[in-house]
């Protein structure tokens, strides 16, 4: 596939959305719905897909709260552990990291912009998605 350096104005832009689970409280879920609106703002609220990694608390869910809150037209993208890639041979821990970080991969190929909700701490599988993003797409994201 060719490298295009400019997208068509009518394209569609693709926002990361991924965070630590500990971010899970009402004081976070504003500024992410801020940001959130800010983005759709910008783009168009037809130009803009939302891609999650699907966790059940934190960024995750909030970004699904958000989508049915707002009736976005385009559809989630949501990049769920594929749980039929655990390895058996491994201590579960072990093996749940490898298919999230899968999914951190995953996340960071389909988004153009990413929207990080960070911990002080700055570990664990948020801040692989934001190492990969940058590595990727060679852009840094938008820490909330």
């Known amino acids: 596939?060719?490298?295009?350096?400019?997208?068509?104005?009518?394209?569609?832009?693709?926002?990361?959305?991924?965070?630590?689970r500990r971010r899970n409280s009402l004081e976070d879920f504003g500024p992410l719905r801020e940001a959130i609106k800010a983005k759709l703002e910008k783009y168009g609220y037809d130009k803009v897909q939302l891609v999650s990694g699907g966790c059940r608390e934190g960024a995750g869910h909030f970004t699904e709260q958000i989508h049915k809150k707002l009736a976005l037209p385009l559809p989630m993208i949501i990049h769920y552990p594929d749980k039929t890639k655990l390895n058996p041979t491994l201590p579960p821990r072990i093996s749940w990291a490898e298919i999230n970080y899968v999914r951190n991969t995953l996340i960071a190929q389909d988004s153009d912009e990413l929207l990080a909700m960070v911990t002080e701490d700055r570990k664990g599988g948020t801040e692989d998605t934001i190492k990969k993003f940058r590595r990727i797409k060679r852009r840094e994201p938008e820490l909330l």
């Not at 596939?1 to 630590?20: A, D, E, H, Q, T």
């Open 1 to 20: 596939m060719p490298f295009k350096l400019f997208k068509p104005k009518n394209s569609i832009i693709r926002i990361g959305v991924v965070g630590s």
